[in-house]
């Protein structure tokens, strides 16, 4: 649920979310396992407050 709140609270970090799975999704177009462990950093440093975008 943070991360959701997050997200909602800022819309800077919001969009650099959805350009990063956009960009992720067209790299990994074939490999959902690979595209979903590729947004873990960015997930992690959310969840531990170091935002990085």
């Known amino acids: 649920m943070y991360f959701r709140d997050a997200l909602n609270d800022n819309p800077q970090l919001a969009k650099a979310y959805a350009e990063l799975k956009k960009k992720l999704a067209e790299q990994f177009a074939e490999d959902r396992k690979a595209y979903t462990s590729a ?3 960015f997930i992690t440093n959310v ?6 975008f």
């Open 39 to 41: 947004k873990d950093f």
């Open 47 to 52: 969840l531990k407050g170091g935002v990085y």
